[in-house]
């Protein structure tokens, strides 16, 4: 008997989360079915099933999002193949739904078909009877592209592999409030290096911490000449602290890392061979060890960056990646806040680099605090969003401007070659 719950363990616990999204979704599904039929009553078959319909499309959406990060745990980036086999499956439950629903109001008295118990009770009936099929189509059609594949993937991030690569690289750590980690992350970090490259150095930067995260890395400093230093008085966020470590970075190549321990500088090894064929390598989390909403809110960040700057990147705010260091010596990088992976990303990409992505392992908080999902660091983030998208934009469309001849606008002239 204990056998077979430990076996069927991980199922039981999808079908009770499946269960719990579930009942979110038919609350969803009946506030949204009432208030309509509260705007506008009837008593007409077809407009009750029009409406159940539009309910279904609203707590639909609300499925996909928690059955993704929550139920499943499906890891992979939403893609319009994916979008598309959920919309399937969604449609045929909602026709299904609607079936159910007609045989439940062809048996019950209309009256109960108005705004009220009566509906609710109905949607009750129907969410229940549906969501069998539901999670049957959803396993098995929906989320299952990383089934086999994280095994397969733990299997070859267990182990990193062992060589030394020719090139000379800058590591940037930017900290704050990290003394429980911070020795153990830069002495990682120093024998991974010396085992790994020709050349480096380690710049930790010191974010205006309050512990004794900078006399820690002093101490290091004096012993050790390639570990250095960098002080802010004040905190001032991931991304000024980054743009402090990359504007001092010496070597060929610039790598930065969180110094927070989640990241295992080991897997290093795996974006370092690309260097020869590509300007970047940027690492992303592979089964992130994060609480659900830290997951939740960098996978709706992810989607609003895909969307505002067209960018294709699995994992933006992943702090595991590697740049061509001249590529610090000629931007501006002009964002400090949560957005500044995001625009060190965007402008590499829109200065014709070309980079590719690996997966890389991502650990437990082993100790400091986290400061990435407080309400006022997303809000900020947001706000240089907006701000610098359109900004960013005009500059596109005047540089685009600026490069056209006179013949491509439609005049007689020289082309015209200079900036504005």
């Given at each position: 008997m204990l056998k077979d719950i430990r076996r069927n363990g991980p199922l039981l616990v999808k079908l009770l989360r499946f269960g719990l999204v579930g009942s979110l979704n038919?609350?969803?599904?009946?506030?949204?079915?009432?208030?309509i039929l509260w705007l506008f009553p009837t008593n007409d078959t077809w407009q009750i099933l029009a409406f159940n319909s539009l309910a279904c499309i609203v707590a639909a959406c609300n499925s996909f999002f928690w059955n993704k990060l929550w139920t499943f745990k499906y890891r992979e980036p939403v893609t319009a193949q994916l979008v598309l086999r959920f919309a399937g499956v969604s449609f045929v439950s909602m026709v299904g739904n609607n079936v159910v629903l007609w045989i439940f109001i062809q048996l019950l008295p209309s009256t109960l078909t108005s705004a009220g118990l009566g509906a609710t009770l109905l949607k009750v009936a129907v969410g229940a009877t549906m969501m069998a099929l539901s999670y049957i189509g959803q396993h098995t059609l929906v989320f299952?592209?990383?089934?086999?594949?994280?095994?397969?993937?733990?299997?070859?991030?267990?182990?990193?592999?062992?060589?030394?690569?020719?090139?000379?690289?800058?590591?940037?750590?930017?900290?704050?409030?990290?003394?429980?980690?911070?020795?153990?992350?830069?002495?990682?970090?120093?024998?991974?290096?010396?085992?790994?490259?020709?050349?480096?150095?380690i710049l930790v930067v010191n974010?205006?911490?309050?512990?004794?995260t900078g006399a820690i890395v002093a101490a290091i400093?004096?012993?050790?000449?390639?570990?250095?230093?960098?002080?802010?008085?004040?905190?001032?966020?991931?991304?000024?602290?980054l743009v402090?470590?990359?504007?001092?970075?010496?070597?060929?190549?610039?790598?930065?890392?969180?110094?927070?321990?989640?990241?295992?500088?080991?897997?290093?090894?795996?974006?370092?061979?690309?260097?020869?064929?590509?300007?970047?390598?940027?690492?992303?989390?592979?089964?992130?060890?994060?609480?659900?909403?830290?997951?939740?809110?960098?996978?709706?960040?992810?989607?609003v960056v895909r969307f505002v700057f067209n960018l294709r990147v699995r994992d933006i705010d992943c702090a595991f990646k590697i740049f061509?260091?001249?590529?610090?010596?000629?931007?501006?990088?002009e964002a400090r806040g949560a957005l500044l992976l995001t625009e060190v990303v965007y402008k590499f990409a829109r200065a014709g680099y070309n980079y590719t992505e690996v997966a890389v392992r991502h650990l437990p908080r082993e100790g400091g605090s986290s400061t990435g999902a407080k309400p006022g660091?997303?809000?900020?983030?947001?706000?240089?969003?907006?701000?610098?998208?359109?900004?960013?934009?005009?500059?596109?469309?005047?540089?685009?401007?600026?490069?056209?001849?006179?013949?491509?606008?439609?005049?007689q002239g020289t082309n015209v070659s200079t900036r504005w």
């Open positions: 038919t609350i969803v599904d009946i506030v949204v079915l009432n208030l299952v592209g990383n089934k086999q594949e994280p095994k397969k993937q733990a299997m070859a991030l267990s182990q990193p592999p062992s060589s030394y690569f020719p090139v000379s690289i800058s590591v940037v750590l930017p900290a704050y409030n990290e003394e429980a980690v911070i020795a153990t992350t830069v002495r990682k970090v120093f024998l991974a290096l010396s085992r790994m490259v020709a050349d480096f150095e974010d205006g911490s309050k512990d004794r400093a004096e012993q050790e000449p390639r570990v250095r230093l960098i002080t802010h008085q004040v905190n001032q966020g991931a991304g000024a602290a402090s470590g990359f504007t001092r970075a010496s070597k060929a190549y610039t790598f930065y890392m969180d110094a927070d321990g989640q990241f295992d500088i080991n897997d290093l090894v795996r974006l370092l061979p690309y260097l020869s064929e590509y300007d970047g390598v940027f690492g992303y989390r592979f089964a992130r060890q994060d609480p659900w909403i830290r997951k939740f809110n960098a996978w709706g960040w992810n989607q061509r260091t001249d590529y610090f010596r000629q931007v501006v990088l660091v997303i809000l900020r983030a947001f706000k240089e969003l907006f701000f610098y998208a359109l900004k960013w934009h005009e500059e596109e469309q005047l540089s685009l401007y600026s490069n056209t001849s006179y013949e491509e606008l439609g005049l």
